[in-house]
Each structure stands twice: as structure tokens, then as C-alpha cells.
């Protein structure tokens, strides 16, 4: 009897009293102290990321691109274009299809070439994509027998304060995943000390995205060095079928310059198969090119694909003339091959 009338007489006292009420809308956690809940360990929120580059707007189907269709259903692209004065950009929910034999080109160093569908992209046979820069993203691809994506000797700059272009007129060979080949005999330095352009880009090694470099040249007149290969990125969210070639190598410097470096080469995909060809090697020249850099992340892969990221040859005629040099050069003209090959896959 006396706890009934306990509780009674606090009910009472509450309900005369409304101010003293507990109401969830007078609760305030900024007066309560946010760091009396958190105890010193609450972090704000990581900021948004960076918003994605600007690119061009997207050329049409039909009118831009000379197919048949749309980009909101299936194009076909049945004409070769090359283009001269610019980066293409091409999307769309639907689909693309490069009909057999047609070439998409803009050979300018340093030139993109993108397709962002929803749907599938595929390469016929003997079809041709030819740029600085490849990025495909869609649902499936398919990189069909015969057809290539070709970047070789396409590159634009590389990044800031990097050092795979060698200095001199040694006709020494660019860098970039392995450091480039030098011919040079210095009788101060140990044989392991001797190289061309140096590596760079670590910070990239399981996404790269880096051009190569030039190599170096043998005349103070004229820069005789091969280019750095270009870069490819094929982001798709289901399967790929590579049967043709990802081409991503060095340009070649003659026997005048050093071979360019090998470029960038990116693939993700949930399913890889395909018996193609995947590349990425040093240019050859007066002293070879350093290997580029591939990534290759699937959940699963099938089939043998071929993977090249070697350091190139040296084409010196010196080289052939005299004993001494030829061993020096057998054992730096063979750009290096480091760190430049990356397979992430579960099966």
C-alpha cells in the first residue's frame, strides 16, 4: 500500500510539473558533450571523394560515329574513322559493337579513347582500337580472335618528377616498371650500376595507370629515342573474353635511340578468359626499353593468356663490332623486368 501510493504521489508531482516531464525533444547532444560520449575517439567522416576528371561530351551513333543504331540500344560501328583533333568520348546504356575489320584510330601522343556503356563492347575480328589512352567500361567484352587494342609508342607525358627518360646521348632505354638498358662502359661503376631511365610509379602497382617513356638518344641534334607505350583499362562488371591482344609496348628507337619504355595495362572483371595475348614490353633500340606494368584482377580465369612485360633488345652495331662492349651490352641492353606483372584471382 505505502509503494502504491509512492508511485501515485510521483505521477502526481510530474503531471502538476509538465517542465520537469522528459521529453525526447529537449535532449540535446551537442549540450550533453559529444566528447563525453565518445571518449576522445570519435574521427569525422573521410571527405567525398574527388570528382572524376571532365571529359568530352559523347559523340553520337550515327551522326559522330557513321553506325547503325544507338548508343541507348546496340551500336554498330561499320565505318574506320581516324580522329585528329581531340579525345573521344562515347556513351551510352546500350551497347557497342565494332564490326569486323574497322579500325577506331587517333594516333596522337597522348590521345584517349573511351567507351562507358551499360551494356556489352565487343571487338570483332580484325577490329582495331588505336590510341594513347584505351578505357572501356561495360557489363561484358569481348576481345574477339584477331582484334587488337594497340597503344605502342602512344604515350603522353609521364608523371611529374619521374626520371624514366635517360639524359645524355647514350642511346640509353627508358624506364618505367623496370628500368631501362644502358651500353655505356664506365670503368668508376660496377656493371650493376650501369642503367638507363629509371622505375617509377610504385605507389600504382595493383591499378597502374602511367605512360611510358621516351628512351634516350645518340645525337645532341635530334632525339632518336622510341616513345613510351600508352595506356589500356578495361573495367568490366561481369565477364571478359580476351582472344585478341592488349598491346601496351614501347616504340622502338633503331639503332640510334634507346627503346622506349612499356606502358600501363589494367584489367578487372569478375570472369577472364581467352587464349590472347597481353603485352606491355620494352621498345627495342640502341639499348632496350624497361618493361611496363600489368594488373590483371578476376575472380576467376580461364584459358592461357599470354603475358609479356620484358625489357627489350639492344640493336647497337657497336655492340656487334667489339668483344668487350658486346658483353657489357648483352648485360645491360635488356631493359629490366621488375615488379611490372600483377595477377589478383581466386580460381
Known amino acids: 500500500m505505502a509503494q502504491t501510493l509512492f508511485i501515485c504521489t510521483i505521477l502526481t508531482f510530474f503531471t502538476l510539473n509538465p517542465s520537469l516531464s522528459l521529453d525526447p525533444g529537449d535532449f540535446s547532444l551537442i549540450e550533453f558533450g559529444a566528447d563525453s560520449l565518445f571518449h576522445g575517439d570519435y574521427t569525422p567522416p573521410s571527405p567525398p571523394p574527388p570528382l572524376s576528371p571532365p571529359h568530352p561530351p559523347s559523340l553520337s551513333c550515327e551522326a559522330d560515329l557513321n553506325g547503325i543504331g544507338t548508343l541507348e540500344t546496340i551500336c554498330k560501328l561499320n565505318s574506320s574513322l581516324v580522329f585528329q583533333d581531340d579525345d573521344v568520348y562515347i556513351e551510352g546504356a546500350g551497347s557497342v559493337h565494332v564490326l569486323p575489320g574497322v579500325t577506331l584510330s587517333c594516333p596522337i601522343l597522348g590521345c584517349s579513347l573511351t567507351f562507358n556503356v551499360s551494356g556489352d563492347f565487343v571487338l570483332s575480328q580484325n577490329a582495331a582500337l588505336i590510341a594513347g589512352t584505351v578505357y572501356i567500361t561495360a557489363f561484358n567484352a569481348s576481345l574477339v580472335y584477331g582484334s587488337v587494342v594497340n597503344v605502342t609508342g602512344l604515350a603522353g607525358d609521364p608523371p611529374a618528377q619521374t626520371s624514366g627518360t635517360p639524359e645524355g646521348v647514350q642511346g640509353s632505354g627508358g624506364g618505367h616498371g623496370g628500368r631501362g638498358a644502358s651500353c655505356v662502359v664506365d670503368n668508376m661503376k660496377l656493371p650493376d650500376d650501369v642503367w638507363g631511365g629509371d622505375a617509377y610509379s610504385w605507389s600504382s602497382l595493383e591499378e597502374p595507370w602511367s605512360y611510358g617513356s621516351q628512351g634516350g638518344t645518340t645525337s645532341k641534334e635530334e632525339n632518336f629515342g622510341g616513345k613510351g607505350g600508352g595506356r ?65 584482377n578476376v575472380f576467376s580465369k580461364h584459358d592461357e593468356t599470354d603475358f609479356f612485360v620484358h625489357g627489350a633488345l639492344a640493336l647497337s652495331e657497336r655492340a656487334s663490332a667489339l668483344v668487350p662492349l658486346l658483353f657489357q651490352c648483352c648485360l645491360r641492353a635488356t631493359g629490366e623486368l621488375l615488379s611490372a606483372l600483377i595477377l589478383h584471382t581466386d580460381v
Do not use: Q, W, Y
Request: charged residues 10%.
Open 232 to 296: 589500356i583499362r578495361l573495367v568490366v562488371v561481369n565477364e571478359i573474353e580476351v582472344g585478341g591482344s592488349l598491346i601496351a609496348d614501347g616504340g622502338d628507337g633503331g639503332i640510334n635511340g634507346g627503346g622506349g619504355s612499356g606502358g600501363s595495362i589494367f584489367v578487372k572483371a569478375h570472369r577472364m578468359t581467352g587464349s590472347g595475348i597481353i603485352s606491355a614490353a620494352g621498345g627495342n633500340g640502341f639499348a632496350g626499353g624497361g618493361g611496363g606494368r600489368v594488373s590483371i
